[in-house]
């Protein structure tokens, strides 16, 4: 199979997990990256290997050796580089959040649509074992009637002047983490009559209009119940996932982590299985998903659907006005 020919908008820490250090072993080929810091573009293409460094995000767009652009910038730049990324012709690998507000999501969506270009959202969790195995045993039937579906999204505090703070840049808890909790009460609303109703929402704010935690309770169609929570100033890590119902709960302790905890936990009665699915990183799943569907030869799964983030945008949306916090103000694509 022929290798993508990326290109890279932001010289990030989330641009070498997600793309860089995958591709190390694939035939992919990391072709050119664009940064607001010259200086700093060129460091990150000398330490990973990039072919050359561009003159700006406008310059990646249209070098002709570039096939799919991985927009990784602040939140508040997502949408409106992803709507030049897609009326440049190229094809889009966008980190999460798709968009600042379900109102940017739409009208990206809409722009993709209208050009004909692919895109592919980055909520990596999904494409690996450790998730495609929970989902199996809840759909098995092995834990009985889903009840309640919980995801506890929890990391240390980012420094002061990280972007996750700022209210321009899209910053929040809700942003960075929650798009993940919502997402897997999303995939597996399916089976539980449809999408949740948002039933209560708090938040804890850290400046005007950033929440650093954030919780919120849901309602799925059949009666189940759904929680999540995010904080991204906890004492330590957790991203668990779990799922409870009639007969037991199954539970990935660090299900969006798995290469530091690949573990899934199955309890039925009094009875506890521990399987292990592996410790390879999620993005390695995901750069072969990515791959594959752009090559033709795999679908695109819903979850890295354009129309799935539309969807996690407008809870999220949901969740701030419950909350009292302002939706993420719309960003400006600046160079």
């Given at each position: 199979m022929s290798g993508l020919r990326i290109g890279l908008l932001g010289a990030s820490r989330i641009a070498d997990e997600a793309v860089v250090r995958p591709s190390a072993t694939t035939p992919d080929r990391l072709v050119a990256v664009a940064a607001r810091d010259r200086g700093r573009a060129e460091?990150?293409?000398?330490?990973?290997?990039?072919?050359?460094?561009?003159?700006d995000y406008a310059a990646l767009l249209a070098d002709p050796e570039v096939d799919v652009v991985?927009?990784?910038?602040?939140?508040?730049?997502?949408?409106?580089w992803?709507?030049?990324i897609v009326a440049a012709g190229k094809a889009l690998l966008a980190e999460k959040p798709f968009a600042g507000s379900a109102a940017e999501c739409r009208e990206v969506r809409e722009a993709?649509?209208?050009?004909?270009?692919?895109?592919?959202?980055?909520?990596?969790?999904?494409?690996?074992?450790?998730?495609r195995r929970l989902a199996e045993v809840v759909a098995a039937g092995a834990i009985g009637e889903v009840t309640a579906v919980e995801t506890r999204m929890r990391m240390p505090a980012p420094p002061p002047d990280?972007?996750?703070?700022?209210?321009?840049l899209a910053g929040g808890a809700l942003m960075d983490l929650g798009c993940y909790a919502v997402h897997t009460l999303l995939m597996i609303a399916p089976s539980l009559g449809g999408a949740p109703v948002l039933v209560d929402a708090r938040a804890g704010e850290r400046s005007p209009g950033v929440d650093e935690w954030a919780d919120a309770t849901y309602r799925f169609p059949g009666g189940a119940?759904?929680?999540?929570?995010?904080?991204?100033?906890?004492?330590?890590?957790e991203?668990?996932?779990?799922v409870v119902g009639t007969r037991g709960e199954v539970l990935a302790p660090m299900y969006a982590l798995p290469h530091r905890d690949d573990r899934l936990i199955v309890r039925v009665g009094h009875d506890e299985r521990v399987e292990r699915l592996g410790t390879t990183p999620t993005y390695d799943f995901q750069l072969a998903a990515l791959r594959g569907y752009l090559t033709g030869t795999a679908p695109l799964h819903r979850g890295a659907t354009m129309d799935f983030s539309v969807e996690i945008a407008e809870q999220l949306d949901a969740i701030y006005l419950a909350t009292g916090l302002p939706l993420r103000p719309a960003g400006v694509a600046v160079a």
């Open positions: 460091e990150f293409a000398r330490r990973f290997g990039v072919e050359r460094v561009v003159e991985y927009n990784a910038l602040p939140n508040a730049l997502h949408a409106p992803n709507l030049q993709a649509v209208a050009a004909g270009a692919p895109v592919f959202v980055g909520y990596h969790y999904f494409h690996h074992p450790l998730y990280d972007v996750r703070w700022s209210l321009p119940e759904g929680r999540i929570h995010c904080h991204i100033a906890a004492p330590g890590w991203m668990s996932h779990r």
